[in-house]
């Protein structure tokens, strides 16, 4: 079985510039999320998707925005790209949401900004 | 929201000896404690979970501890081997609607030859 899939796995844009990160779950998982992980740091979370349906977002700016497709899979965009924007960016499936049910991650998206 | 404090950020052992990796949380709802494992240019990878109907788990020289009375959770590797080395991530979800986890910030686990 396939686990998480996104593409592409690295890319290189300059600031000012926009992103689109794609995200396919595991077979049978409804529910998609997205994380930045920067050097050094644990993930931190951007959004998370139910059927279609935003269920959280956290502390980013609307400059970032994602939607989830009516196969679940998912695409996370990023608007004139910072500087600091330079991260993984990890993609995340569950069967569905809530507290107790296991994440898998995608292998990342490594985007360096210049 | 939840907040995950992970302690030593740091560790290095002697390959065979045991690592303990601690972490606290605040959200006394949290009911689902995962560690993932990341090695140097890869994803992180879950190697255990603990739930909170349970003061224990194992899973070969894996283990996880949890007291949700100080409410804080560890985990526990034994017999460590250079694989080992990686950082190790704890995480609990958090309060909003999508309970999505908040993780710690890592422990660089060195295990030496």
């Known amino acids: 079985d396939a686990g998480v899939t996104q593409s592409p796995t690295h890319l290189i844009k300059t600031r000012g510039q926009h992103v689109t990160l794609r995200c396919s779950p595991i077979s049978g998982h409804k529910s998609v999320s997205w994380y930045q992980q920067v050097l050094g740091q644990g993930p931190q979370f951007i959004f998370q998707y139910y059927e279609k349906e935003e269920r959280g977002r956290g502390n980013f700016p609307d400059r970032f925005s994602a939607r989830q497709f009516p196969n679940y899979s998912s695409e996370l965009n990023v608007n004139a790209l910072l500087l600091g924007d330079s991260a993984l960016y990890l993609c995340?499936?569950?069967?569905?949401?809530?507290?107790?049910?296991?994440?898998?991650f995608g292998e990342g998206s490594w985007l360096t900004v210049v | 929201g939840e907040n995950v404090e992970q302690h030593p950020s740091t560790l290095s052992v002697q390959e065979g000896d045991s690592a303990v990796i601690k972490c606290t949380y605040s959200d006394s709802a949290s009911n689902y404690f995962p560690w993932y494992k990341q090695e140097l240019g890869k994803r992180p990878q879950l190697i255990i979970d603990?739930?909170?109907?349970?003061g224990e788990k194992k899973d070969q020289r894996i283990a996880v501890t949890l007291n949700k009375t100080a409410k804080h959770f560890s985990l526990h590797i034994t017999e460590t081997q250079p694989e080992d080395s990686a950082v190790y991530f704890c995480?609990?979800?958090?309060?909003?609607?999508?309970?999505?986890?908040?993780f710690g910030s890592g422990t660089q686990l060195t295990v030496l030859p």
């Open positions: 603990i739930r909170s109907n349970v």
């Open positions: 995340a499936s569950s069967l569905v949401p809530g507290s107790g049910n296991t994440i898998y």
């Open positions: 995480a609990a979800p958090s309060s909003g609607s999508a309970r999505q986890l908040t």
